[in-house]
């Protein structure tokens, strides 16, 4: 088990608490195999009736996977630890499969930031799920920040956001708050900070058969739909789907270049500043996972995780932002008019036979 992972019973509900703020609970090969553990033991234990994962700190629920270690990993440690890299993405993905489709209640409090591996643990499937935000919710996938592309399932759940809202938060890694996600389709409820201890106190002594109806009674005191129908994603829903519906991403900045709006020069200069390359792979991606399942784009995350260390645009991305944090990554290809079709097909390419897949198993 991890010291950074705190898993209890109360109430027959079991309780996870990510414990790293220092890190701001950033996923470790430590963390996912004690959450793993704990899920597992819970899914059949008729003493468990639903299972709330949480932060002990505000400012982050998690910040995704530890990037300061894939970056060691790749480039300072010997080579056999890099067998601890193939074991991360794996368990990691792994146990997003296994939060997807949890036979029980799944209550995520997605207080302060929530990005790349945080999303992993809070996006679980429809049957389960009960995902909240406050005001104080940060939430992104913004992998390509950082030469990566949203995995974690995200080619699944983006693609599950309404229009093209998934695509524009996908190749910008735009930072939403708490109503963007729900309108997102990437959250349910809203509560303020100052109810998490009576929310808290309601999941430790409700009765309620399913604890999800319960405190979607309480929080309806604190929002309306009309909270959520005038967020800052929906007074830009017809430019994102405007620009996102294009599929080449040189033609989606082009489209941003034609419009003077404060909007849209915005997102361009912001997706300037991403990786050209894994701006064209999150394309690509998005676009081959619309009507795969949870396990096939997981599936094929997983082996593109695997080239994108071998090219090692992740390694330049968490270089300038992790590392020496001089924020200019030299981005190779450096412009999207040098990114090669070729090239973003090549991450697609399989790596394993489909029996010897690490994620063959998932169903």
Not at 226 to 232: A, G
Not at 238 to 255: G, L, T
Not at 313 to 329: C, F, I, Q, S, W
Request: with cysteine; aromatic share 8%; net charge negative.
């Amino acid at each position: 088990m991890s010291s950074h992972v705190l898993s209890e019973i109360k109430n027959r509900i079991g309780i996870i608490t990510l414990d790293r703020p220092k890190a701001l609970n950033s996923l470790s090969l430590e963390m996912v195999r004690a959450i793993t553990a704990s899920l597992l033991a819970w899914r059949t234990d008729p003493e468990v009736k639903a299972v709330l994962i949480q932060s002990s700190s505000e400012k982050a629920f998690c910040a995704g996977g530890d990037i300061r270690f894939f970056y060691d990993v790749g480039t300072k440690t010997p080579m056999q630890d890099s067998a601890l890299l193939e074991d991360f993405f794996t368990e990691e993905y792994a146990l997003n499969h296994l939060i997807h489709f949890y036979p029980k209640p799944y209550i995520a409090l997605l207080n302060g930031v929530v990005m790349g591996g945080g999303m992993g643990i809070a996006q679980s499937g429809v049957a389960s799920r009960l995902r909240i935000v406050t005001e104080r919710t940060k939430m992104a996938m913004p992998e390509v920040n950082i030469g990566l592309f949203p995995d974690v399932g995200g080619g699944y759940f983006l693609n599950q956001s309404p229009g093209e809202i998934g695509r524009y938060l996908g190749l910008t890694g735009e930072v939403i708050q708490g109503m963007d996600a729900i309108y997102a389709n990437l959250a349910d409820i809203y509560i303020p900070t100052a109810a998490i201890p009576d929310l808290l106190q309601l999941i430790a002594q409700s009765e309620n058969t399913d604890l999800r109806v319960a405190i979607r009674d309480y929080a309806s005191q604190f929002y309306q739909a009309s909270d959520v129908e005038n967020c800052t994603l929906a007074q830009h829903r017809s430019a994102i789907d405007h620009h996102f519906k294009i599929h080449r991403v040189d033609e989606v900045m082009a489209s941003l270049a034609n419009d003077t709006s404060p909007f849209a020069l915005a997102t361009l200069a912001t997706m300037n500043k991403r990786s050209p390359l894994m701006m064209a792979v999150t394309s690509e991606q998005l676009q081959r996972c619309q009507q795969k399942s949870v396990a096939e784009c997981l599936r094929i995350e997983r082996t593109m995780v695997r080239h994108c260390f071998k090219h090692g645009e992740v390694l330049e991305g968490v270089r300038a932002l992790v590392v020496d944090k001089d924020n200019t990554p030299q981005w190779l290809p450096a412009s999207m008019a040098e990114v090669d079709d070729a090239l973003v097909a090549s991450f697609f390419a399989e790596v394993w036979p489909n029996y010897a897949h690490p994620l063959a198993h998932l169903e």
